[in-house]
């Protein structure tokens, strides 16, 4: 079995994502929490920034794609379908990446 570059490539970038979504509770929640009740705008936020400021739910998150890039690395499977079901690992982290970021910014942007 022999990744190409391409495969490595999509490979990469989820797992790279998955590490950004699960290290961000660490790095970004507390900051903008304590910021949004410093004035006042964590009780009235949407539930979706309720929901996604919770130490539990980035990584879980991140799992789900996470999981399947190393699963289509270490397992033998056809070129073509490892490159897809890597692409829609991606889309799904870049998902996950892109609800993360709109539950973060709700109270701002509402």
Avoid: E
């Avoid at 495969?7 to 970004?28: C, E, F, K, Q, R």
């Avoid at 073509?80 to 982290?93: I, K, T």
Wanted: contains cysteine.
């Amino acid at each position: 079995m022999r990744l190409g570059a391409i495969d490595w490539l999509l490979a990469g970038s989820t797992v790279s994502l998955g590490l950004a979504l699960i290290a961000a509770p660490l790095a970004l929640v507390p900051r903008l929490a304590s910021l949004y009740a410093l004035h006042g705008v964590l009780a009235d936020a949407p539930a979706l920034s309720r929901w996604v400021m919770a130490p539990w739910v980035p990584p879980l998150m991140a799992a789900g794609p996470v999981a399947v890039a190393v699963y289509c690395t270490v397992t033998r499977m056809r070129p073509r379908r490892r490159v897809a079901v890597l692409a829609v690992a991606l889309l799904a982290a870049v998902a996950a990446a892109a609800l993360f970021a709109r539950g973060l910014l709700g109270p701002v942007l509402t």
